[in-house]
């Protein structure tokens, strides 16, 4: 049973360019929420998707962005990049609801 | 809105001594509490989750927590711990209530075990 899984692993991008990161679900999981995790932080909150919407959101500018797909799948865009979103992006899957999440292995951004 | 504190941003213990990593939350309603740990480089795992019935709950590895409603704590236990137990520990919390919540998580818990 594959878990969560993310792409790509490693990123770098320059100062106001534009990212898109990528996940899909642990089989059978219909709900992907994508969490920020700074050096030496906890993770916060971005947003999570079910049924190809938006559900919940967190304290993050509109230069996040995402989509869910129809197998759902999810992708998480970053506009417009600064220094302070170097971050480990991670995506977790659940059932609709307050649930355990399973996280995937994460993708590394760094912005120079 | 809830929120979580972990008492310690670092403990180091001794291998083969017990470890107890603190967290506490704040809600102002029924919650769902959850700790996770991360190993260098990954994700998240899931170590024991708090959803209702026992106060005592086990997990993985070893580890177990205990649910206080009174104090508002869930605090992590190990009664022996292994140098592979070196990581970051996070404690997190989830609205009971809520259809779509997102889940607060804790600074972290440096867990340093030494020979």
């Known amino acids: 049973d594959a878990g969560v899984t993310q792409s790509p692993t490693h990123l770098i991008k320059t100062r106001g360019q534009q990212v898109t990161l990528r996940c899909s679900p642990k089989?059978?999981?219909?709900?992907v929420s994508w969490y920020q995790q700074a050096l030496g932080q906890g993770p916060q909150f971005i947003f999570q998707?079910?049924?190809?919407?938006?559900?919940q959101r967190g304290n993050f500018p509109d230069r996040f962005s995402g989509h869910q797909f129809p197998n759902y799948s999810s992708e998480l865009n970053v506009n417009a990049l600064l220094l302070g979103d170097s971050a480990l992006y991670l995506c977790?899957?659940?059932?609709?609801?307050?649930?355990?999440?399973?996280f995937g292995p994460g993708t590394r951004l760094t912005v120079t | 809105a809830q929120s979580v504190t972990q008492l310690d941003s670092q403990v180091p213990v001794f291998e083969e001594a017990p470890v107890e990593l603190r967290c506490n939350y704040s809600?102002?309603?029924?919650?769902?509490l959850f700790w996770y740990v991360q190993y260098p480089n990954q994700g998240l795992q899931l170590l024991l989750k708090?959803?209702?019935?026992?106060?005592l709950v086990k997990g993985i590895n070893g580890f177990e927590a205990e649910f206080n409603k009174s104090q508002t704590s869930f605090h992590l236990r190990k009664p022996s711990v292994h140098i592979s137990d070196t990581a970051e520990y996070f404690c997190?919390?989830?609205?009971?209530?809520?259809?779509?919540?997102?889940?607060?998580f804790g600074a972290g818990t440096r867990l340093t075990v030494k020979p």
């Open positions: 977790a899957s659940s059932l609709a609801g307050p649930r355990e999440q399973y």
């Open positions: 089989s059978g999981h219909d709900t």
């Open positions: 998707y079910y049924e190809e919407e938006e559900r």
């Open positions: 809600s102002s309603v029924s919650v769902y």
């Open positions: 708090y959803l209702s019935g026992s106060t």
């Open positions: 997190a919390v989830s609205d009971l209530l809520m259809v779509w919540d997102d889940m607060r």
